[in-house]
């Protein structure tokens, strides 16, 4: 599609909504916040890394509002809500680590707290912070990042079993408040061009997952690819019955 199209298309579909999105400094949560503000939307951008926050503020303008906040720390959900300063129509929840591909019988308790905490006690922590309001609004939009790790075993114990408990979180909020307005959503994205890092640690793992990897992945994604996937789900228009589903945006790696 030409951007003079796209640009006719979605120009206004998130004009007048703050969006809060995490780990918005890198890869898919920068693309999204991009989008969400090309297409009219104002966006509280959430990232652990100032230096990453303030090369994209300086890049994207003013609805890109920079928080540093670790997303795992005790007073990160308030200090994100009092950067938005009122309730918030959209939340992507998408601060993400990745664990090395550690098995579990490599796998040491700090890896396993870490990618838990950030991935998928960060994610809760921010949905009970916001939800509330968004219940008193009538509406709002929640998108999850899951990952392929939870379509297929394509990365480590910790890091697959956050990216499947993103998927629960993700839908006992559809099924719980859906009625009253809100929309609950997860991605799963295959490979995609970013800063997540995706070194084996593990010979195991290498040896194991990595030929199957090769022959089955379809490739990487850019961002921007996700970027798309999520801004849809998050559109109250395009998405609007939709409630409570895991997209896979992988190039039909799930299938393979
Ligand atoms: N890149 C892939 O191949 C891929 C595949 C499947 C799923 N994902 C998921 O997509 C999401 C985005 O990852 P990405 O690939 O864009 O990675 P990325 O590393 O490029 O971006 C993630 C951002 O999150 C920030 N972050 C990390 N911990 C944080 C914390 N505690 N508090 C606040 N911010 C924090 C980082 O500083 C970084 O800027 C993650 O949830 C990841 O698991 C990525």
Redesign the pocket.
């Known amino acids: 599609m030409s951007t003079t199209t796209r640009a006719t298309e979605y120009a206004a579909r998130f004009s007048g909504l703050t969006a809060v999105v ?2 918005a ?5 920068l693309a999204t916040a991009r989008m969400l503000i090309e297409d009219g939307g104002r966006v509280i951008a ?4 100032q230096p ?1 926050l303030d090369e994209a503020a300086a890049l994207i303008g003013p609805s890109y509002i920079p928080v540093a ?4 720390a005790e007073a990160g959900p308030q200090l994100i809500a009092e950067a938005a300063g009122g309730p918030i129509d959209i939340l992507i929840n ?4 990745m664990d090395g591909f550690l098995p579990i019988t490599e796998l040491d308790d700090a890896t396993w707290h870490k990618v838990l905490n ?2 998928l006690t ?1 994610q809760m922590r921010l949905v009970r912070q916001f939800l509330p309001a968004m219940l008193e609004a009538g509406h709002g939009a929640i998108v999850n ?1 899951s ?2 790790a939870a379509l297929r075993i394509c990365a480590g114990v910790a890091y697959t079993v956050s990216k499947h408990g993103v998927i629960g979180l993700t839908k006992h909020v559809a099924a719980m408040y859906g009625p009253q307005g809100i929309r609950s959503n997860a991605i799963a ?4 061009k ?3 890092g ?1 070194e084996f640690l593990s010979q195991l793992a290498a040896a194991r997952l990595g030929p199957i990897m090769a022959a089955t992945s379809p490739g990487m994604a850019e ?1 921007e690819w996700l970027a798309r996937a999520i801004c849809f789900l998050a559109d109250d228009h395009a998405a609007s019955h939709i409630n409570g589903i895991v997209l896979a945006v992988d190039g039909g790696w799930s299938v393979m």
Request: hydrophobic share 30%.
């Open positions: 995490t780990g400094g890198s890869g898919i949560g959430v990232d652990i890394s990453r906040a670790d997303i795992t998408n601060a993400g680590i950030v991935n960060g990042i990952s392929e994205p295959g490979g995609v970013t800063n997540v995706g961002p």
